[in-house]
């Protein structure tokens, strides 16, 4: 069954340092998505990219955060300069159709701000 | 920003008993979804509802769409060890182009 798969699956860093997170959509599916969730807590809509482009960004997705479709199979975050609070699980997902479609998600990267 | 009121926050059940959870909201919604997250994965989608009243199984789960398009119920039967895990709701608002929102989860845990 096609899954959406994220790499790594954790990564530490020091803060301020610039981290990539990686993932690689179901290979049919043109919307793809970012949500975080902090320990013990909800899961939180980060960002939404369709046809190369940013479709809809929370509060939470500030300067610090851009995305990228650098090919026609990878989706990244990158996060330039890492705060404490940015230490969360951080997934991704994708849908086929966009609005009113189901998101599949995947198994998430858990990163730590030290 | 918008909330879903998810009910119970956690849930200590027997094998083989029924379970409820439900979410409700002040705002309409278009579409809800019901997601299973196990320890350390990422959400994965059991059952989704598109029309107010809509009532949808998939195997011992039942999730309905609300009439007033303000909430879901998801209910599962005969519940078995496996079913633990967290259960999260998730809609989306009544406005072309809004993302999902979550509930706060339900924890489920079965003793056996």
């Known amino acids: 069954e096609p899954e959406v798969t994220q790499t790594p699956s954790h990564q530490v860093t020091q803060m301020g340092q610039e981290v990539i997170l990686r993932c690689v959509p179901i290979?049919?599916?043109?919307?793809f998505y970012w949500y975080r969730q902090i320990l013990g807590q909800k899961v939180e809509f980060l960002v939404s990219?369709?046809?190369?482009?940013?479709?809809?960004k929370s509060e939470i997705f500030d300067d610090q955060f851009s995305v990228e479709r650098p090919d026609g199979s990878n989706f990244t975050l990158k996060i330039r300069s890492t705060k404490l609070e940015d230490s969360a699980m951080y997934f991704c997902?994708?849908?086929?159709?966009?609005?009113?479609?189901?998101?599949?998600f995947g198994s998430g990267t858990q990163l730590s701000v030290l | 920003g918008q909330q879903l009121n998810q009910s119970p926050q956690s849930m200590f059940i027997q094998e083989g008993e029924d379970v409820s959870m439900n979410c409700t909201s002040s705002?309409?919604?278009?579409?809800w979804l019901w997601y299973k997250q196990d320890p350390g994965e990422g959400p994965v989608l059991l059952i989704a509802?598109?029309?107010?009243?809509e009532l949808t199984s998939n195997g011992r789960l039942t999730a309905q769409f609300g009439i007033t398009r303000k909430d879901s119920f998801l209910n599962i039967s005969a519940s078995i060890p496996s079913d633990v895990g967290i259960y999260f709701c998730?809609?989306?608002?009544?406005?072309?182009?809004?993302?999902?929102?979550f509930g706060k989860g339900t924890t489920l845990s079965v003793s056996s």
């Open positions: 997902a994708s849908s086929e159709l966009g609005d009113d479609e189901k998101l599949f």
């Open positions: 290979s049919n599916h043109l919307y």
């Open positions: 990219f369709y046809n190369n482009e940013i479709s809809e």
């Open positions: 705002s309409i919604f278009n579409t």
């Open positions: 509802l598109y029309k107010a009243g």
């Open positions: 998730a809609g989306q608002l009544d406005q072309a182009g809004t993302a999902l929102i």
